[in-house]
């Protein structure tokens, strides 16, 4: 079975201020690793996804995220944040099942509060 | 393009009220299909999915069913809602292995 932390429940931080949040999984076989925003009553929209090669994956708003093996951590990273980044986020992992399709296991969210 | 769409957005019901929630899919054809619940402080717990027509598996035992009439829609239902099953109710389908959810709809049982 796989599991997911997000090791920051709430995260605040200045606009143009840069911010990290920190996801770690663990997994006996190989995942491919996503993360999601959801804006207040939203649904959830793909920020960005790492499924092989570089570990450096860059997604929608300027964010970006390093997927690193041995740390088992797929960190998210944005230089510059704006207000309209104020939502919640979730680190996710899903291995592939063929009678299944891919099942994602979910992180517990991190909100991220943008302050002027 | 592909678009996933939810009815209703928002729900009131009392207990012991029936419920019937209906996701479609636009633009693809033969998805595996998912239902999440986000109930607060709770995180996205997987409810059920579908690969085909007619084919269900439940995750967790509970209050709650799903099932897939058509190729493109998915359907969650109860015959009597608890106050446990408020709740934002999100459904995903996938592209290869990538899923992608609609804009839920938010349930309230009072």
């Known amino acids: 079975a796989q599991s997911v932390t997000q090791l920051d429940s709430q995260v605040p931080v200045f606009e143009e201020a840069p911010v990290e949040l920190r996801c770690n999984y663990s997994s006996s076989v190989s995942v491919y690793l996503f993360w999601y925003v959801q804006y207040p009553n939203q649904g959830l929209q793909l920020l960005l996804k790492y499924l092989s090669g570089s570990t450096l994956v860059k997604g929608i708003n300027g964010f970006e995220a390093e997927f690193n093996k041995s740390q088992t951590s797929f960190h998210l990273r944005k230089p510059s944040v704006h207000i309209s980044d104020t939502a919640e986020y979730f680190c996710a992992v899903s291995v592939v099942i063929k009678a299944a399709g891919n099942k994602l296991t979910f992180g517990g969210g991190t909100r991220v509060l943008v302050k002027p | 393009s592909q678009t996933i769409h939810q009815w209703p957005a928002t729900l009131v019901q009392p207990v012991g009220s029936p419920l019937s929630l209906e996701c479609t899919v636009e633009g693809t054809s033969n998805p595996n299909l998912y239902w999440y619940r986000q109930a607060a402080g709770r995180g996205l717990q997987l409810l059920f999915y579908?690969?085909?027509?007619?084919?269900i598996s439940s995750e967790v035992p509970q209050n709650l069913s799903a099932s897939r009439p058509q190729d493109r829609q998915f359907i969650l239902s109860s015959k009597k809602l608890l106050l446990s099953d408020s709740g934002f109710y999100l459904c995903a389908w996938t592209r290869i292995e990538t899923q992608y959810f609609g804009p839920g709809t938010r349930l309230l049982v009072l």
């Open positions: 579908s690969v085909g027509i007619g084919q």
